[in-house]
């Protein structure tokens, strides 16, 4: 019986190990990514609903750019530079791809549905900025 369940212990150790170096790390950037960076200024009488961009909205656009979306970062502002300025940006989101055409192809689609649910979170226009990562 101990024979049977050492050898059980190895043979699930040798499976997770070979599912682990086998699996592709889409948790961080890489470089040559494509990085689409989402940001909201600050200023008088700009809101923004964090929860509602967090919980609702960012869930939605992953699911709508599907597997062409290789990660997804959010930023909440909550200092400038130093303690008596006001954050120059509400919140960042930054988007992750392959290439500029797994971007293009993926947002194009949906673009409509996107930019008509940035009412429900602020009432900025975010600035956005597409870059390459180059590490």
Do not use: W
């Amino acid at each position: 019986m101990k024979t049977k369940i050492i050898l059980l212990i190895l043979g699930v150790a040798i499976l997770t190990s070979c599912q682990q170096t086998t699996s592709t790390d889409t948790s961080k950037s890489k470089k040559g990514m494509i990085k689409v960076t989402i940001l909201y200024p600050n200023d008088e009488g700009k809101t923004f609903d964090m929860d509602y961009y967090s919980n609702k909205h960012m869930p939605m656009v992953a699911s709508l750019l599907g597997d062409s979306l290789r990660l997804l970062e959010i930023d909440n502002g909550i200092a400038g530079r130093t303690p008596d300025e006001p954050i120059p940006y509400l919140a960042i989101g930054y988007l992750y791809f392959d290439k500029l055409s797994a971007y293009q192809n993926s947002f194009g689609p949906h673009a409509e549905k996107i930019i008509n649910d940035i009412p429900n979170y602020t009432n900025i226009q975010p600035v956005l900025q597409i870059s390459e990562v180059l590490y």
